[in-house]
């Protein structure tokens, strides 16, 4: 069986790194908002070009404090929209909501599944106060065009980079500095991945830094005050260790998922089979490699009968989820279209040469 992604493997080659990093933290005795974290915020926000990174628990969190920090500084207050991308994971909408804030959804491009920046004004009413673009399966959206929108209406813009991480423009800034701010999730399947939940922000606003270290500390700047209704939202030392270690290793990990990208690309020719659109090289880090094909159930059947292990990412809609029963009603066809026919491929840093022949070979005689 080839597996949609081996964690085992991918894990296994930082064996005797962790250990090390291991025996540090509970030879330290601290295991939370110690020198491991420290560490890891500093590189982090210098592999990303900004002046700061917190660590968080979780992806979600990280949207949710960004939010809710905008809120106790009094940039956004109850109700206010924010513009988000119906095709995205629900995470992104369910961060907006649980700041008490409305999410507005905006058709994306089928050819790239990113949200359509051509489609974003005519969503703008006085409540909306930001746009949330989500680098979906690891390819950055149009920033320049989605800055350009927010510059002339002054609207925040807060990156989902959860599944980008090193993804770079074309004027060289990664993926977590081409916003105001961006929040990250470290979930295991993900190009930079701990060994559990963790998160992360990252942002050059200094105010907002300050208030997003408080909040995810119970609101507290100094112990036992507390100055804001925060939560308990923390990198924990030994995920912060590991995802140092695997921070080395980031940019030639995303070169060997690029380079399984590339033959993909190259090798697959298939009529029934729509490819995923790149726009550039650096600006795509693949955490996902996602066909199009209006046979899914019946083409994933044929790839599992013959041992090649597929996802959907995602197979239903936001607006056609039981949590969001209230947009039951709305139409989004691009999206609706997106979620009926995504398919991702198998794709990895460990992904051997024989395996990837493997897969183009049975999608070319599909």
């Excluded at 080659?13 to 020198?35: M, P």
Aim: proline letters at 3%.
């Amino acid at each position: 069986m080839i597996n949609f992604l081996d964690l085992k493997q991918i894990n296994l080659n930082y064996k005797a790194a962790f250990l090390e990093a291991f025996s540090q933290v509970l030879e330290s005795g601290w295991f939370i908002q110690g020198e491991a974290l420290k560490t890891f915020e500093q590189q982090f926000a210098e592999y990303c070009g900004t002046k700061h990174c917190i660590g968080v628990a979780n992806g979600l969190d990280a949207l949710i404090l960004i939010l809710e920090a905008y809120k106790q500084t009094g940039v956004m207050q109850e109700g206010d929209e924010v513009i988000v991308p119906s095709n995205t994971y629900i995470a992104s909408i369910l961060a907006i909501s649980k700041a008490g804030l409305v999410p507005v959804l905006v058709e994306p491009s089928l050819g790239d599944c990113l949200i359509n920046p051509a489609l974003i004004e005519a969503k703008i009413t006085p409540k909306t106060k930001a746009i949330l673009p989500v680098h979906l399966y690891g390819q950055l959206c149009d920033m320049d065009a989605i800055n350009a929108i927010a510059a002339k209406h002054g609207l925040k813009v807060i990156e989902d980079s959860a599944q980008s991480h090193g993804a770079m423009s074309r004027n060289s800034k990664k993926s977590g500095n081409l916003g105001d701010v961006s929040g990250f999730s470290f979930y295991p399947g993900k190009n930079l991945g701990a060994l559990g939940d963790a998160g992360a922000i990252t942002t050059n606003d200094d105010e907002m830094a300050e208030v997003l270290y408080a909040l995810r500390n119970y609101g507290s700047e100094i112990k036992y005050k507390n100055k804001f209704k925060g939560v308990n939202s923390r990198l924990d030392e030994l995920q912060a260790a590991f995802l140092t270690i695997k921070l080395g290793r980031l940019d030639a990990d995303n070169e060997q998922r690029k380079t399984v990208a590339d033959f993909y690309l190259d090798k697959i020719k298939n009529d029934k089979i729509i490819l995923p659109e790149r726009h550039t090289r650096e600006g795509h880090v693949w955490h996902l490699f996602v066909i199009r094909t209006a046979n899914r159930e019946e083409l994933q059947q044929y790839l599992m009968d013959n041992g090649v292990q597929t996802v959907i990412h995602y197979p239903i809609a936001p607006h056609k989820q039981e949590a969001y029963s209230e947009w039951k009603d709305m139409q989004f066809p691009v999206s609706e279209k997106i979620h009926n026919e995504v398919l991702s491929l198998p794709i990895s840093n460990v992904l051997n040469e024989e395996d990837m022949n493997t897969v183009v070979t049975l999608l070319n005689q599909y």
